[in-house]
Nanobody, 125 residues
Framework: QVQLVESGGGSVQAGGSLRLSCAASGLTLSSKCMGWFRQAPGKEREGVAA????????YYADSVKGRFTCSKDYTKNTLYLQMNSLQPDDTAMYYC??????????????????WGQGTQVTVSS
């Protein structure tokens, strides 16, 4: 049974930092693409960051580029999201997800099969 358990959320002031963790069981991070998503009240879920199976290639939403870093620790089978220079607009529930790279013709995408329950991040001004 696959489980993704997020932790590390909390309340911080603007300019502060948090590190989110996503502990995986029932799958190995080396075989999965992983992603971080967030959803604020009244807003649609948005992708924040993604990382390939090898943990080398990462992708970030424009809104977090240069501030957030996504990484994998294979020894702990855990995904991380280091968040620096946090702003009130970063306030949301953050979720991690595991999936696969799917190729369709000349394009590809990550499709996520497993999701965690989320961890709340609140940034005050």
């Amino acid at each position: 049974q696959v489980q993704l358990v997020e932790s590390g959320g909390g309340s911080v002031q603007a300019g502060g930092s948090l590190r989110l963790s996503c502990a995986a069981s029932g799958l190995t991070l080396s075989s999965k693409c992983m992603g971080w998503f967030r959803q604020a009240p009244g807003k649609e879920r948005e992708g924040v960051a993604a990382i390939d199976t090898g943990g080398v290639i990462t992708y970030y939403a424009d809104s977090v580029k240069g501030r957030f870093t996504c990484s994998k620790d294979y020894t702990k089978n855990t995904l991380y999201l280091q968040m620096n220079s946090l702003q009130p607009d970063d306030t949301a529930m953050y979720y991690c997800a595991a999936g696969d790279r799917v190729v369709d013709g000349g394009t590809w995408t990550y499709e996520y099969d497993y999701w965690g329950q989320g961890t709340q991040v609140t940034v005050s001004s």
